[in-house]
């Protein structure tokens, strides 16, 4: 069974950068496509960006769009989210999550689609 790890969160200041991985085990990454949520106190989970399996389609909520990246390495059974211009709005819960899915495809408004769930990391920005 997938298995799946997140790590690099912590607090920030507005206007830092970081970054996320979210590591594999168990299976080959390769087989998922993978998508980053997020979910902040009082909120409903949000898709901020999803990556197809060999990256042929990438998709990004709007509010992130142009500092976020999202990327994977499937050699490392690995996928990152690196996020620059961080904004206090940005502060939640950040999921990463793996889906079954042919090649080229990844979406990003249905997670209960999702097969395989990380614990979360916590980005707190804040000055």
């Known amino acids: 069974q997938l298995q799946l790890v997140e790590s690099g969160g912590g607090l920030v200041q507005p206007g830092g950068s970081l970054r996320l991985s979210c590591a594999a085990s168990g299976f080959s990454l390769a087989y998922y496509a993978i998508g980053w949520f997020r979910q902040a106190p009082g909120k409903e989970r949000e898709g901020v960006a999803c990556?197809?399996?060999?990256?042929?389609?990438?998709k990004y909520t709007e509010s992130v769009k142009g500092r976020f990246t999202v990327s994977r390495d499937n050699a490392r059974d690995t996928a990152y989210l690196q996020m620059n211009s961080l904004e206090p709005e940005d502060t939640a819960v950040y999921y990463c999550?793996?889906?079954?899915?042919?090649?080229?495809?990844?979406?990003?408004?249905?997670?209960?689609?999702?097969?395989?769930w990380g614990q979360g990391a916590q980005v707190t920005v804040s000055s």
């Open positions: 990556i197809s399996r060999y990256q042929s389609s990438i």
């Open positions: 999550a793996a889906d079954a899915v042919p090649k080229g495809l990844c979406q990003l408004w249905a997670p209960r689609e999702y097969d395989s």
